[in-house]
């Protein structure tokens, strides 16, 4: 009997302690900047297999964390190691200072919210292809003469 007194306290204490988290108290209203999404591209470059084949990249408002950190989540989807898409993959970025200080990829909680989070399409991320734009070498080699010695092949 004191055993179970005991449990069934500790049990309505441990409930007590719990508190949820929705994504309306963690969602703000700020799109990601400019610097951010430069940063947030180098960063899935650096983590996917092939980045270039990055589609449907879609990037959340900036949000607070349950653990109290800011960041983003972002949705995408790209090539695997096979050469095949894998599917929609959530990662989890968080920044501070003008530095990402926690990267996630496969991010549960970006997954679990995402019926609730307001999505933003990352379109920098999907055009940040590692060809080179021919008309923007010829433009630039025509139009710099310093560019001509140092670049561009005649």
Known sequence: MKYTRSFVVGLCLLIAGCQTV???QVQTDKKPTVAHKKLLI???KEHFYDPYSIRDAEL???LRFPNRSTGYCGRLNAKNAVGGYSGRQYVEVGIRGGLIVSYHPNSYWCKAQQNHIKWNRFRELEK?????NIKEVHKMCTSDPISVKLSCIS
């Open 22 to 24: 929705t994504v309306q």
């Open 42 to 44: 180098e960063a899935v």
């Open 60 to 62: 959340s408002n900036l």
């Open 128 to 132: 940040s292809k590692g060809f080179i």
